[in-house]
């Protein structure tokens, strides 16, 4: 199984389903690939899309993501602070 962290903007392409990227999230939601997030990311996922579709949407998305069996939660040791 492919392991992958989905940058906000993919994940937002992926979600309608005429987008060329949607098999990106059917396949998340079949188990063939294995997201890799954090709190953080979730939170960024679920701000980003709150803001572009709207807030129900994102919750869902989120739970989804949360309790696929196949969500790798993976924590932070190094935070660079780049981008401050």
Not at 27 to 35: K, M, R, Y
Request: glycine letters at 2%; a negative charge; proline letters at 4%.
């Amino acid at each position: 199984m492919r392991r992958v962290v989905l940058d906000t903007n993919c994940l937002l392409q992926s979600l309608p389903s005429k987008s060329p990227y949607h098999k990106i999230w059917t396949d998340v939601l079949c188990g063939n690939i294995s997201l890799c997030v954090n709190t953080e990311i979730l939170d960024e996922y679920e701000e980003i899309l709150s803001q572009k579709i709207n807030s129900e949407v994102a919750t869902n998305v989120v739970e989804a993501i949360a309790r696929l069996h196949t969500t790798v939660y993976q924590e932070i040791y190094v935070h660079f602070d780049l981008i401050p």
